[in-house]
C-alpha cells in the first residue's frame, strides 16, 4: 500500500499539468490511481481538500466514465461513492418503448 499522506492529493491535483487526463490510454492505470486515493482517503482522510476538488480530480483520471460494481462502491470512501454513484446515474439510457420505436422507424423511407 502507498505509504503517504494527502499532500499526495494535492500534488495530482495540480491544474498546470500539460495533460488535463492523467491515464487517456489505460484504464487498468486508471483504476489503479482510483483504488489508490480511496485507500488514501480511507486512512488518512482528505484533510483540507474540498469535495469539489476530489470530484474534479476524479474526472482528470480517465478520459471515460468508469463502471464499478455496487461491490466495490461499498468500500470506497463517501467522496469517491458519491461521484461515481453519480456518474452512474447520468450514464444511464432513459428506457425506449416500442411504440416510440416504430414511431421513429416509420419516418425513415425505405
Known amino acids: 500500500m502507498?505509504?503517504?499522506d494527502t499532500k499526495f492529493i494535492e500534488f495530482i491535483?495540480?491544474?498546470k499539468r500539460d495533460n488535463p487526463i492523467w491515464f487517456p490510454e489505460s484504464e487498468l492505470l486508471a483504476r489503479y490511481m482510483i483504488f489508490t486515493l480511496a485507500r488514501l482517503i480511507r486512512f488518512r482522510g482528505?484533510?483540507?481538500m474540498k469535495l469539489e476538488s476530489i470530484?474534479?480530480?476524479l474526472q482528470n483520471i480517465y478520459s471515460q466514465p468508469i463502471?464499478?460494481?455496487a461491490t466495490t462502491l461499498n468500500y470506497f470512501p463517501e467522496p469517491?461513492?458519491?461521484f461515481y454513484l453519480q456518474e452512474a446515474a447520468a450514464a444511464k439510457v432513459p428506457p425506449v418503448s416500442d411504440k416510440e420505436?416504430?414511431?421513429f422507424f416509420s419516418f425513415i423511407p425505405c
Open 2 to 4: 502507498v505509504q503517504t
Open 55 to 57: 470530484h474534479g480530480l
Open 46 to 48: 482528505l484533510g483540507n
Open 67 to 69: 463502471e464499478w460494481s
Open 13 to 15: 491535483e495540480d491544474q
Open 80 to 82: 469517491l461513492h458519491s
Open 101 to 103: 420505436v416504430r414511431t
